[in-house]
């Protein structure tokens, strides 16, 4: 058996493969099929006289994902997904499909999510899904080149790290436990024993609404490293997300043509992150202060202009074709293409008017920005629509970052923390910063925000026992797989997701 992915290596050769009907049609006595095998697609000719009358009647009413497996002859076809065809000699089926919910029809995602499934198998899914493994292996390249070591924390904990209001709680033999928000505060403890550790497993946060940045259920990563401070902690997400991009972009390229991804902005990724402070962040979004001579406010009329010239576009386009279609001078065919076409201008235009009528508030709320609040998902997304690249935001107010923060000896109430912000309106993709050391400090931030004492001795105990200065940062992943593959919602970004209202499948 040999699969798709390898097809290359058997140009001119035949080869046996096992997979599923992804799509098909049929002209003339000969069967087009899409056909996949899990590690890619290929067009496979299945020509009457080559395969004989009852292989060829089997696979021309052989329903969507059926299982088969096709013998043919590999030949190059440049024009192909993949760079080759198969011209099949046998072919046999495994097991037909029941009549296949899933079709290359456009469907509602209330529907796709309650088929997620079966959603897996398409291609624009199957994609996504090689670009996340793309990043899952090059986190581990990463560290492990780098000299950190993987430990695991655990998911069942007694203390909140992340604040009380986003808390699982569950009955861990008769006592609550909650699951783990973060396992940043055992990776300290590791740290202390290893030096460089990180560890990446699933956590859980209660998120009660419905945004497209938020699942209750997403794997972190979170490295954590002895006698690192901030700017430290600061060169190493730079480095660390750059790997990550870079390895998507050389080694993901089909994927993401397939998922029709414009990569200029993550080509930008190569080069320095722009690094600034909180109060300085707050004055561009603002509008106080102004980027390479334009300010928030220029910008976002910038853009509300550009919206409302490509609506205009857009119906000068659909006007055009409306006229061609009643002249009655189009045959058949020209005529449902362009019909189509205008569907989908009209749908395009739907989703321009929304952005446009989003932007009245979008310029409020920059204008109106409290300093010392924390940012919003529009406040991320106007400070880095202002570079285009990634941004690393600084020197936060203490009063809206965790407890665990290092206060700033220089700047009083504001906490040495850093978030990254991913452009084009992904935002916050990593949280981290360097650790307070000070105990007496620590126990009082504990007392402020509510947590119990009791429950963080183990964790204060580090702070007795060669204490030293240490920092670390979280990466969510599903949050860069977003990002990277450029997805409308953070849902496409994991297998099965896990977000308010959702459990199955
Ligand atoms: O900023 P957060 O809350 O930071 C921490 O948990 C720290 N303990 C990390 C550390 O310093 N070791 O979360 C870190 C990252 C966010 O930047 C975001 O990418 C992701 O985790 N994240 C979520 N992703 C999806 N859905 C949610 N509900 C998320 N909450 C956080
Ligand atoms: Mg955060």
Known sequence: ??????????????????????????SKGIVFMTFRDGTGFVQCVIDLNAVGNDQFESAKKLPQESSLSITG?????????????VHATAVKIIAEAQEYPVTPKEHGIDFLMDNRHLWLRSKRQWAIMRIRNEIIFSIHKFFQENGFVQMDAPIFTGNACEGTSTLFETDYYGEPAYLSQSGQLYGEAMAMAQGLIYTFGPTFRAEKSKTRRHVSEFWMIEPEMAFYDLKMDMDVIEKFVQYIVGSVLDKCKSELSVIERDTTYLEKVRQPFIRMKYDDAVSIIKGEKDVNGRTSLQMLDEEEKGLQ???????????????KIASGELKKGEINFNKAKVDQLKNDIKDLEEKLSNMPQWLNSAKNFERGNDFGGSDETVLTKMFGQPVMVHTWPGAVKAFYMKEDEELQGYAKGVDLLAPEGYGEVVGGGERETDLEKLKRKIVEHD????????????????????SGFGLGLERMVTWICGLPHIRESIPF????????P
Not at 311 to 320: M, V
């Open 1 to 26: 058996m040999v699969y798709i992915k390898d097809l290359a290596k058997y140009e001119g050769k035949e080869v046996e493969m096992k997979g599923w009907n992804a799509q098909k049609r049929d």
């Open 73 to 85: 002859k590999v030949v190059k076809d440049e024009r192909q997904f993949g760079g080759y065809e």
């Open 309 to 323: 010239s490509s609506i205009i576009t857009l119906q000068k386009d659909i006007e055009e074709r409306e006229k």
């Open 451 to 470: 947590l119990p004492m009791q429950a963080f001795e183990w964790y204060l105990d580090l702070r007795k026992y060669g204490n030293i200065p240490h």
């Open 497 to 504: 997701p896990r977000y308010y209202g959702r459990l199955f």
